[in-house]
């Protein structure tokens, strides 16, 4: 791998991928695949190519192999939001993958459940060296958020305190969980997890078959039982998209 690796950006919703996309400096001409549209620039002084892959594990799955394989990606990178889970992940914190899981794959009695069929693994663990700089980056934008009067403004609003980040288990889904009957079995099943989303893990797989690193970072928008007081789209224009966009800038300076 290059000392400045090209970098592939995932993000599931345009509001996750906007302040990136402001950030790209010298876009060349959008390209067109599989429906995506794929932004290529410079990017905190990175090549970079920037995606939105929509909703699901398919499109993020396709997105991500086009990152690799149409793009040359030698890194793989993963912003946007989840459903918190674990004990003490409240709205407005910042979870950093460790681990990935699909919560929804079960082969059994062929496999093991959850276990990707003929993988021998259930749980992709995330790139160490890219999930600490994401880690680091999350620490130092909730920072940067506490000591700004506008970003306490702004927390306030949304009735968050003080954010915190977490690293550990991802799990990743084709269903949307926002029922406490659903948290309350995958908490039961998997005491680990610390939030839920509908991508990541999908394209965790992807980055593991071509062995190219990969890493993610979500902010957590809800408690993904039904409890959330917070609008999303308000959530994610307030917070969740600086988040992405501080974090990933942050995580690329870092050297």
């Given at each position: 791998?290059?000392?400045?690796?090209?970098?592939?950006?995932?993000?599931?919703?345009?509001?996750?991928?906007?302040?990136?996309?402001?950030?790209?400096?010298?876009?060349?001409?959008?390209?067109?695949?599989?429906?995506?549209?794929?932004?290529?620039?410079?990017?905190?002084?990175?090549?970079?190519?920037?995606?939105?892959?929509?909703?699901?594990?398919?499109?993020?799955?396709?997105?991500?192999?086009?990152?690799?394989?149409?793009?040359?990606?030698?890194?793989?990178?993963?912003?946007?939001?989840?459903?918190?889970?674990?004990?003490?992940?409240?709205?407005?914190?910042?979870?950093?993958?460790?681990?990935?899981?699909?919560?929804?794959?079960?082969?059994?009695?062929?496999?093991?459940?959850?276990?990707?069929?003929?993988?021998?693994?259930?749980?992709?663990?995330?790139?160490?060296?890219?999930?600490?700089?994401?880690?680091?980056?999350?620490?130092?934008?909730?920072?940067?958020?506490?000591?700004?009067?506008?970003?306490?403004?702004?927390?306030?609003?949304?009735?968050?305190?003080?954010?915190?980040?977490?690293?550990?288990?991802l799990l990743s889904g084709d269903r949307f969980v926002?029922?406490?009957?659903?948290?309350?079995?995958?908490?039961?099943?998997?005491?680990?997890?610390?939030?839920?989303?509908?991508?990541?893990?999908?394209?965790?797989?992807?980055?593991?078959?071509?062995?190219?690193?990969?890493?993610?970072?979500?902010?957590?928008?809800?408690?993904?039982?039904?409890?959330?007081?917070?609008?999303?789209?308000?959530?994610?224009?307030?917070?969740?998209?600086?988040?992405?966009?501080?974090?990933?800038?942050?995580?690329?300076?870092?050297?």
């Amino acid at each position: 791998m290059s000392p400045t690796p090209r970098i592939g950006i995932l993000s599931a919703l345009q509001a996750e991928q906007q302040l990136l996309l402001q950030k790209l400096f010298k876009p060349r001409p959008l390209q067109l695949h599989g429906q995506r549209s794929y932004h290529r620039g410079r990017l905190f002084g990175h090549d970079a190519v920037l995606v939105l892959s929509g909703i699901g594990k398919v499109a993020a799955a396709t997105s991500a192999t086009s990152l690799i394989a149409e793009f040359g990606c030698e890194v793989v990178l993963f912003t946007g939001t989840a459903g918190g889970l674990g004990e003490g992940v409240a709205i407005g914190d910042i979870v950093v993958a460790g681990e990935l899981l699909q919560h929804d794959l079960d082969a059994s009695p062929l496999f093991p459940r959850f276990e990707v069929p003929l993988s021998g693994r259930s749980r992709f663990a995330a790139d160490p060296g890219w999930s600490a700089r994401l880690q680091r980056g999350a620490e130092a934008a909730i920072d940067a958020l506490l000591a700004d009067e506008a970003g306490r403004g702004r927390l306030g609003a949304l009735g968050i305190e003080r954010p915190r980040v977490h690293r550990g288990l991802l799990l990743s889904g084709d269903r949307f969980v926002s029922g406490p009957q659903q948290a309350h079995e995958l908490r039961a099943l998997l005491p680990d997890a610390l939030a839920v989303d509908m991508e990541t893990a999908a394209v965790a797989q992807v980055c593991a078959d071509y062995r190219v690193p990969f890493a993610a970072v979500r902010s957590v928008s809800d408690r993904a039982d039904a409890t959330a007081h917070i609008d999303f789209d308000r959530f994610t224009n307030q917070l969740a998209r600086h988040y992405g966009a501080a974090v990933i800038g942050a995580a690329l300076q870092h050297h």
